[in-house]
């Protein structure tokens, strides 16, 4: 079954992640007759342009809750990790699958993490819930992926250059006013983060860990990237910085891998890629930036080098290379990873699937999710 023969419901449809979702169902060709949309109260009465429509904002409470799950075959959940855990298993109680942006359930054994290019297989009938990645995690994977299928990967070393639209749509109007204030010489005020967020860089907003000095966005770089590769083993040394950027994450990556390559098999690799765009002219200096990552669906990958300080073999062969990506992370880092995993579930055989509200389930596997992470943030 196509998505667009679905109805799916948009949970946090006002916000910066909802919003993109909207916009990418919308280009996919979704009805607005087969769009719900659900907000908090403070959004009670609005309506939200959906291409040339617009669709009513429901309040998401119990009631409403109830209807539209009653006739969503999937929902997106694209408000904080407390309205997931919350809502999520009612969702599923009332028949519809779930695909989750926050943290909730990123680390529950029970529930695959899923990004369509890497391991789109884990989709099976039994998905009732589907969590996407960490914003930063997907970036850094859809663009490692061809390397580690290839060639193996044994350790990333990674610093990322976060926009502040991360942090949601709040955090956006934070830089405007910022900026505003800034040239205008007047006093900066900030209050999404803890530093002013205009003419600055910072280390990621996310609390720090007393014990380990890392801070929540790094561990989930770790955690997440290890549960998406199955492989406990690897290293991952993350540092997250945040940028005063208005959309589209960077990622400045040195990788390991298992054996030495040439460079010619590294461009290879990442030029027949799936969601990959390569952006690499040394003559003119031109590379990914968010700019042009913005808005877009591919990750975008330059600097593509050898790292000088790791060498070659006699054959031209090195095993640590170095790169630098850009990618729209409210789009691929959140929205469209979310919208993808939907429609592989839409197409998954299973007769009390999407589309067949007459044979909806009657339980839910997942009244209490067992959440390895207690993190609430994204
Ligand atoms: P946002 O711009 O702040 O939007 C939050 C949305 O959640 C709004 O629509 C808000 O509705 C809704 N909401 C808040 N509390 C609610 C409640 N109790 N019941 C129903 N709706 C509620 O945040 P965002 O950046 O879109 O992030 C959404 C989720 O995606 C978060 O879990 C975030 O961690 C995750 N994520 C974000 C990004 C990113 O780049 N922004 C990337 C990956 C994952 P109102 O407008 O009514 O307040």
């Known amino acids: 079954m196509a998505l667009k023969s679905c109805t799916v419901a948009v949970v946090g449809a006002t916000g910066a992640v909802g919003r993109?979702?909207?916009?990418?169902?919308?280009?996919?060709?979704?009805?607005?007759?087969?769009?719900?949309?659900?907000?908090?109260?403070?959004?009670?009465?609005?309506?939200?342009?959906?291409?040339?429509?617009?669709?009513?904002?429901?309040?998401?409470?119990?009631?409403?809750?109830?209807?539209?799950?009653?006739?969503?075959?999937?929902?997106?959940?694209?408000?904080?990790?407390?309205?997931?855990?919350?809502?999520?298993?009612?969702?599923?109680?009332?028949?519809?699958?779930?695909?989750?942006?926050?943290?909730?359930?990123?680390?529950?054994?029970?529930?695959?993490?899923?990004?369509?290019?890497?391991?789109g297989e884990l989709l099976c009938k039994d998905a009732e819930v589907v969590a996407s990645p960490n914003c930063s995690t997907i970036l850094l994977l859809v663009a490692l992926e061809p390397l580690r299928r290839r060639f193996g990967v044994r350790s990333i070393v990674v610093s990322t250059y976060q926009a502040v639209s991360g942090a949601?749509?709040?955090?956006?109007?934070?830089?405007?006013?910022?900026?505003?204030?800034?040239l205008a010489g007047r006093q900066i005020a900030p209050r999404v983060f803890g530093e002013p967020c205009a003419f600055n860089v910072f280390s990621h907003d996310s609390a720090i860990s007393p014990a380990t000095g890392l801070n929540v966005e790094e561990q989930k770089l770790i955690d997440e990237t290890r549960r998406i590769w199955n492989d406990s083993r690897i290293a991952i040394t993350p540092t997250c910085i945040r940028v005063p950027v208005e959309r589209a994450h960077s990622e400045s990556v040195a990788v390991e891998l298992n054996e030495p390559v040439r460079e010619d098999e590294v461009r290879l690799a990442l030029a027949s890629a799936t969601g990959i765009r390569v952006i690499d002219d040394r003559a003119r200096n031109a590379f990914p930036t968010p700019l042009k990552?913005?808005?877009?669906?591919?990750?975008?990958?330059?600097?593509?080098?050898p790292d000088p300080g790791a060498g070659f073999d006699g054959r031209g062969r090195c095993t640590r290379w170095c790169l630098w990506l850009s990618g729209d992370q409210i789009r691929k880092g959140a929205a469209l990873n979310a919208v993808q995993i939907a429609e592989l579930l839409a197409r998954v055989p299973d007769a009390r699937r999407a589309g067949e509200p007459s044979q909806r389930r009657t339980s839910a596997r997942l009244r209490t999710p067992r959440t390895q992470s207690s993190s609430a943030a994204s």
């Not at 060709?29 to 659900?38: H, K, Y």
């Not at 990552?293 to 080098?305: C, K, N, P, Q």
Request: aromatic share 4%; no cysteine; proline share 4%.
């Open 20 to 119: 993109e979702a909207l916009a990418i169902l919308n280009e996919r060709g979704l009805g607005s007759d087969r769009v719900i949309a659900l907000a908090s109260a403070r959004s009670a009465g609005r309506t939200l342009h959906y291409g040339a429509n617009e669709v009513e904002v429901l309040v998401l409470d119990p009631r409403s809750a109830d209807r539209a799950f009653q006739r969503a075959d999937i929902t997106i959940f694209a408000a904080d990790a407390d309205t997931s855990r919350a809502f999520a298993p009612i969702a599923i109680e009332r028949g519809s699958l779930a695909v989750d942006n926050s943290s909730a359930f990123r680390m529950d054994s029970r529930v695959p993490l899923v990004i369509p290019e890497v391991n």
């Open 168 to 182: 949601g749509l709040p955090a956006i109007q934070e830089l405007r006013t910022q900026a505003g204030d800034a």
């Open 293 to 305: 990552a913005s808005g877009i669906d591919d990750v975008l990958v330059g600097r593509i080098r």
